[in-house]
Nanobody, 128 residues
């Protein structure tokens, strides 16, 4: 299984970005997917989840209303649209495969062992 993210960069506060994640080596449409970010302080923060069909989504309170997760099962792609970016959004964003088709809301920092497969991540830096 492989996940490859793209789309990060250096942006000003208030800017928008769209991250993409290309999945291969597993049955993408059978698994929920997540975006998780690692902060400069090395905390793993769960950002968003989407179930296998794309019908159910969850967001961390810190990004709700600004970020949108989506997927295209025909293309084996996962996306994250990020709007109104803030300095505290600076992090390494990773595409992460769940262990089932079900999406969950995670209220606390997560550990790597909670998820099945991780991408290498794409860096977003928000700075004026």
């Amino acid at each position: 299984a492989q996940l490859v993210e793209s789309g990060g960069g250096l942006v000003h506060p208030g800017a928008s970005l769209k991250l993409s994640c290309a999945a291969s080596g597993f049955a993408f449409s059978e698994y929920a997917m997540n975006w998780v970010r690692q902060t400069p302080g090395n905390v793993l923060e769960w950002v968003s989840s989407i179930n296998n069909e794309g019908a159910i989504t969850y967001y961390a309170d810190s990004v709700k209303g600004r970020f949108t997760i989506s997927r295209d099962n025909a293309k084996n792609m996962l996306y994250l649209e990020l709007n109104s970016l803030k300095g505290e959004d600076t992090a390494m964003y990773s595409c992460v495969r769940a262990t089932s088709a079900i999406a969950f809301y995670y209220a606390a920092p997560v550990s790597r062992s909670r998820f099945a497969t991780w991408g290498q991540g794409t860096q977003i830096t928000v700075s004026s």
